[in-house]
């Protein structure tokens, strides 16, 4: 059977490539990564820039999704419906739904974006929210981005005990954002309710949060609703 023998091959091929990958890095920290690779002729790696953003995407990453989309679109054509919904052009809104402007389609926005929106106001505005069933996209000013609580799913807690309870811990939605005190407590719904002492802006659904203590030590995360 050829897909029988093409998936035994490429299960193969799969456990080869994991036997010959050694992970982790342990204790071994970037810096000392790169001087390993040096001293044994891979220059290019050792000198490569830290990756931002998407990693794996050649060029911007609304660019990547554009062509990624489309190329689906077309391989897959009892799906070309759903994937022309996601690309085509949708309207920009304000907070009470009044129309501003004509976006791209809604995959190509992100909460809290303020450039490269392609509209022109007389005033910043930045990505409040990001409707897919509508295809919207709602501008507001960053004042109505800050909100003093977020859910999370998908959670897991290394010291469940320490972190469900009334001592604050510190929160992290973002590399650059800087630290929030914050409570969590667990839902009936199972969900965590994340309590912050102080507002925090552009809280967007699917990121990660992650919890710390005073010491900088990982208490656990999940993703943001």
């Known amino acids: 059977d050829p897909d029988k023998d093409q998936s035994f091959f490429l299960w193969g091929l799969k456990q080869d490539i994991l036997r010959r990958i050694l992970l982790p890095m342990g204790n071994i920290t970037k810096v000392e990564a790169r001087v390993w690779a040096a001293e044994r002729g891979f220059q290019k ?4 820039k830290d990756s931002i953003g998407v990693c794996f995407c050649p060029m911007d990453y609304r660019s990547f999704l554009k062509e990624w989309l489309t190329r689906n679109g ?19 809104v304000d907070e ?6 004509w976006h791209e389609g809604y995959p190509f926005y992100t909460i809290g974006q303020r450039r490269g929106l392609g509209i022109h106001l007389n005033r910043a505005v930045f990505v409040k929210e990001v409707r897919m069933e509508t295809n919207e996209v709602v501008l507001a000013p960053l004042a109505s981005l800050y909100k003093k609580e977020m859910y999370l799913k998908d959670w897991n ?3 469940a005990h320490r972190v469900l309870g009334a001592e604050t811990f510190i929160v992290k939605i973002r590399y650059r954002k800087q630290a929030n005190r914050c409570m969590v407590a667990q839902e009936g719904n199972g969900y965590l309710r994340v309590s912050l002492l102080e507002p925090l802006e552009s809280i967007a659904p699917g990121q ?3 919890f710390y203590d005073a010491d900088g030590l ?3 995360g999940g993703i943001i609703l």
């Open 96 to 101: 009470k739904g009044n129309f501003i402007g």
């Open 157 to 159: 807690l290394i010291s």
């Open 208 to 210: 990660a949060a992650a």
């Open 74 to 92: 077309q391989l897959r054509s009892e799906n070309v419906s759903c994937w022309s919904e996601m690309v085509r052009r949708g309207r920009f």
């Open 45 to 48: 790696v050792a000198t490569k």
């Open 218 to 220: 990982l208490l656990g």
